[in-house]
């Protein structure tokens, strides 16, 4: 009986695993699946818990053993996609991952439902905490007025001292002058405005930004500067410096393609218009999945009309993968079609959280040295002179009229700007430990912009909440700035051995293609000359020494060896 019970135990626990999800405001879901559940189950889960109706909008990210990030697909089963090997016996700790916004509403005003439009508040918060959501000084003073006015309401002498809003953190950097600003505002021009007015606000302020819906993967160009590839709601923008140098618009795309780490963008009549290098071969797998859903969701009129993306060539194997969704439009469909009691929405408040305190000092830009602040100065505009130069190909300019999905106002600023537009005062840097592929290589060439910029370099809390992604180390010295520009040359080296790579391979393809069409014309030209068809030229060939030779000695004898089988095949058949 013991020994029953203890089998039945040992199964359960082969059947059954703890898992643990994040949430935005911070707070964590537990709950226990079944070995063989499929992220659709734990997705379906955790939109009942949060009683979400749209929830098209967001999906589980986590971190797989390699510290490379990945979206959950729905249609998989979770612990194959975590690759757990585990037994009745190991003490393995639950399953962590993480609930965030996978695709970027185009209007966040038009969603139906608050508590839809509360969590992603929650969600671009956060990116503006972390530099994924950068912008100029003017639009950032607003978006923290907003965000102040939503979390403490109006503004109280009593309750608000001189100086209060040197306690939030709202970016990666402060500094005073910005800190008076936000509070000139939250004084004066927000009086009034309910948390649900403030947030609405909010939305539709960052909406407007360039880098709103950017979810950062870091790259190289051919040149061997680093970049930042990203798919947004309105189509793939590439940043570099403290500019988007390149915007195509989803309909402009025609075709995404990795091999390896290079990942290519195809646009109009299938011509290669930008060639980029990912860290690694895993990463850049994982731009192209999201390059693939993103296209779908954003582009296509019907879930439909998705189809399997390969990324192969002709006669080469290579990944195959389906966006499984409903698509932007029949989501907006079928969020118009809601009719219930808008549900009760627990706001966080001024409790601080983990990756997006409320209330924490932030490093201001003030502790800097005046001629420190004049040397970075000068160190930035340098740096945006040299990518001016070492631009690879020039910006694109969309001429297409499909934006169904984009808000109007932002449909004029993009028609009337260039493919190249400043997108803040300071360079583009986030946070490395919100980056989806942290590899120390390019993390360590960007450490010596971060502290230029006053961007952090690791954030321990967002680390926790993204399921163990590693930091990497400050390069605070004389001697890691010489490191990471002696890397910088190293990867150039790099990008040019690859490019040789490419070529020989692109040679051996082109050799065994050959090999292989020159063996298909033989073997067809043998069948036709020992066939009855009386052909001029065939008859010229079977008066050849050389043709009656092969017949007899060769054709001849492999024929009667085939029938010798095919005879004891057909016997051994019949006898049975």
């Known amino acids: 009986m013991l020994s029953r ?40 889960l955790i939109c009942h818990h949060l009683n979400l109706l749209e929830k098209d909008y967001f999906g589980i990210r986590y971190v797989d053993p390699d510290k490379q990030r990945h979206w959950l697909e729905v249609t998989k089963c979770i612990a194959k996609q975590m690759k757990y090997q585990d037994s009745p016996f190991d003490s393995q ?87 008076r600003r936000i509070s000139d505002i939250h004084k004066t021009e927000l009086i009034g405005q309910t948390p649900e007015t403030s947030e609405l606000n909010f939305l539709q302020k960052a ?51 990795f091999e390896g780490k290079i990942f290519h963008i195809y646009a109009n009549q299938k011509e290669i218009i930008l060639t980029y290098f990912a860290p690694t071969p895993e990463a850049c797998k994982h731009l192209w999945k999201c390059g693939v859903e993103n296209q779908a969701f954003y582009k296509l009129e019907k879930s439909s009309q998705v189809r399997t993306v390969s990324s192969s060539n002709l006669f080469f194997k290579g990944s195959r993968f389906r966006y499984s969704g409903r698509v932007a439009k029949e989501v907006m469909e079928q969020s118009a079609k809601i009719k219930r009691e808008p549900p009760e929405i627990h706001r966080a408040g001024l409790v601080p959280s ?60 993009t028609n009337a700007s260039e493919g190249s537009a400043v997108i803040s005062d300071e360079a583009y840097s986030p946070s490395d ?36 992604t590693p930091s990497v180390g400050e390069a605070g010295d004389l001697t890691d700035s010489r490191a990471a520009v002696e890397g910088a040359g190293g990867a150039s080296s790099l990008s040019e051995v690859e490019q040789v790579n490419k070529f020989v391979l692109s040679v051996l393809r082109l050799l065994l293609v050959t090999i292989g ?57 019949i006898n049975k």
Not at 380 to 387: Q, R
Request: charged share 25%; glycine share 4%.
């Open 5 to 44: 019970i203890m089998s039945g135990s040992i199964r359960n626990l082969d059947r059954e695993y703890d898992c643990t999800v994040r949430l935005l405001d911070d707070t964590e879901y537990t709950c226990t699946i079944q070995r063989d559940a499929k992220g659709q189950y734990l997705f379906d």
């Open 93 to 179: 700790p639950p399953f962590t991952m993480c609930l965030r916004v996978k695709f970027y509403p185009p209007d966040p005003a038009a969603l139906k439902e608050e508590i839809t439009r509360y969590l992603v508040f929650l969600q671009i918060k956060r990116d503006l905490y972390h530099g994924r959501l950068l912008c100029k000084t003017s639009d950032a003073a607003m978006l923290a007025a907003f965000i102040l006015q939503a979390e403490i309401g109006d503004y109280d002498p009593g309750k608000h001292p001189e100086g209060y809003s040197s306690k939030f953190q709202f970016f990666p950097k402060h500094s005073e002058k910005l800190e």
């Open 207 to 257: 909406q407007m930004l360039e880098t709103y819906g950017v979810d950062p993967h870091p790259c190289k160009d051919v040149s061997g500067n680093p970049a930042f590839l990203a798919f947004t709601p309105f189509g793939f923008v590439v940043l570099q410096g403290n500019k988007r140098v390149h915007f195509l618009k989803w309909n402009e795309v025609t075709k995404l393609k």
């Open 354 to 413: 983990r990756s997006c305190p409320s209330i924490t000092h932030g490093p201001r830009l003030t502790s800097v040295p005046r001629t420190r602040r004049r040397a970075v100065h000068i160190s930035i505009m340098e740096g945006l002179e040299s990518l001016r130069d070492s631009a690879h190909s020039t910006p694109v300019r969309s001429v297409s009229h499909g934006d169904s999905f984009m808000p109007r106002s932002r449909s004029l600023a």
């Open 433 to 468: 430990s919100v980056l989806p592929t942290p590899v120390a290589e390019h993390s360590l060439e960007l450490a010596v912009a971060r502290q230029v910029n006053g961007a952090p370099c690791s954030i321990e809390e967002e680390k926790e909440s993204e399921a163990g």
């Open 517 to 573: 069409l020159l063996f298909v014309l033989l073997l067809l030209l043998i069948v036709l000359t020992e066939s009855d068809l009386d052909v001029a030229f065939l008859r010229d060939i079977r008066q050849t020494p050389e043709f009656e030779q092969f017949h007899y000695e060769y054709f001849c004898p492999l024929r009667r060896w085939f029938a010798c089988k095919l005879r004891w095949a057909g016997s051994l058949l």
